[in-house]
Nanobody, 115 residues
Framework: QVQLVESGGGLVQAGGSLRLSCAAS????????MSWYRQAPGKQRELVAA???????NYADSVKGRFTISRDNAVNTVFLQMKSLKVEDTAVYYC?????????WGQGTQVTVSS
């Protein structure tokens, strides 16, 4: 059974940093593309960053240079390091895995950036 469990969210002041983690289980983690999405109140869920099984990454323009996605296949975890946080980064952050034809989502972790 595929499970994705996010952690690391919280309340931080603008300019601060947070590191999100997504612990995965139930599939061969190292073989799969992983991504982070976020959803702010009243807005659609949007892609923040993604990483391939080989470690190639891509980012939304709004977070380039501030966020870094990485993975540790030894512990089946994908990370999102967020720096220079802005109020507009406030959202629920979700981890996503596409395993075969099925998309799996974590439960989300709240990130709130105060001014």
């Amino acid at each position: 059974q595929v499970q994705l469990v996010e952690s690391g969210g919280g309340l931080v002041q603008a300019g601060g940093s947070l590191r999100l983690s997504c612990a995965a289980s139930g599939f061969f983690f190292s073989s799969y593309y992983m991504s982070w999405y976020r959803q702010a109140p009243g807005k659609q869920r949007e892609l923040v960053a993604a990483i391939t099984s080989g470690g190639n990454t891509n980012y939304a323009d709004s977070v380039k240079g501030r966020f870094t996605i990485s993975r540790d296949n030894a512990v089946n975890t994908v990370f999102l390091q967020m720096k220079s946080l802005k109020v507009e980064d406030t959202a629920v952050y979700y981890c996503k895995a596409e395993v075969g034809r099925t998309t799996y989502w974590g439960q989300g972790t709240q990130v709130t950036v105060s001014s």
